[in-house]
């Protein structure tokens, strides 16, 4: 799960101004998916609570998607 994690070395000046770099990107992208969610809040806490979700279903759908891939590679 830890696929491209970059580490920085903040005694590093360079390192330590590109570690805050990433952090003021972060926080004006926060911003515009706040504002996206405000938009879109009310249909999708339907949504969810329409849905059922469960573990259970997850790993259903997981085993359901492996064997359609197994029958595509086997064709």
């Given at each position: ?5 970059r ?27 706040r ?18 979700w ?22």
């Amino acid at each position: 799960m830890e696929r491209n994690i970059r580490n920085y070395d903040i005694t590093d000046p360079m390192q330590a101004f590109q570690f805050v770099s990433v952090l003021l990107r972060l926080a004006r992208h926060s911003l515009k998916l706040r504002a996206c969610f405000e938009q879109r809040k009310d249909t999708v806490c339907d949504s969810l609570v329409k849905s059922r979700w469960s573990k259970l279903a997850q790993i259903e759908e997981e085993e359901e998607k492996k064997c359609i891939g197994r029958e595509k590679t086997q064709k």
